[in-house]
């Protein structure tokens, strides 16, 4: 049986949100949840009430708030975006690996969609980007519809996993 680890990533750690989407980790960014509780900031105590409320592990660099949920909520040290992966490996024994058929908007955390013919999305692409490339998903968020395909970034970040 594979666990899946649902996160809520706190707002210093945007990048970390992102990355964690595109391996298919069902993953919340603090600053997202601004427009659900139409605040500006979201306060500490939102943050716990939210991950306790949809079952969420707290990935934060907020110590006083990592004591004060330490019972479903991570801490991480450094810098690095690759460091926090190496981390968040070693804790919860997860695997980071680049499937865009099972990936979450990087955006927005909503699931993609196969595009199963290219031409209907052509206007939204570069050039080149159509020319090269013939397999491309879709965020299914009406309101993002973010398009993904396997280019050059992906394999830089496939490389640099490598090395962790």
């Known amino acids: 049986m594979v666990i ?10 945007g990048r970390l949100a992102r990355f964690l989407r595109i391996f298919g ?3 919340v960014y603090a ?3 601004e427009k659900e509780f139409d605040i500006y900031s979201i306060s500490d105590d939102k943050l716990i ?3 306790k409320k949809t079952n969420r592990i707290l990935i934060t660099k907020d110590l006083p708030l990592y004591k004060r949920f330490n019972e479903q909520s ?5 810098k690095d975006v690759y460091g926090y992966l190496r ?3 070693s804790k919860f024994n997860i695997t980071f690996k680049i499937d865009i058929g099972k990936a979450h908007c990087s955006r927005c955390n909503a699931r ?3 595009i199963l013919d290219k031409n209907l999305i052509k206007d939204q692409l570069k050039d080149d980007t159509f020319k090269y490339y013939n397999n491309f998903y879709q965020c299914l968020n009406s309101n993002c519809k973010k398009i993904f395909w396997n280019g050059s970034h992906i394999k830089n970040i496939e490389k640099k996993l490598n090395e962790i």
């Open 87 to 89: 981390q968040l490996k």
């Open 4 to 13: 899946q680890f649902k996160f809520l990533i706190d707002a210093m750690l």
């Open 112 to 114: 993609l969609k196969k």
């Open 74 to 78: 991570f801490f991480l040290e450094g």
């Open 49 to 51: 009430e939210y991950a």
């Open 25 to 27: 980790y069902d993953t």
């Open 31 to 33: 600053n997202d949840l």
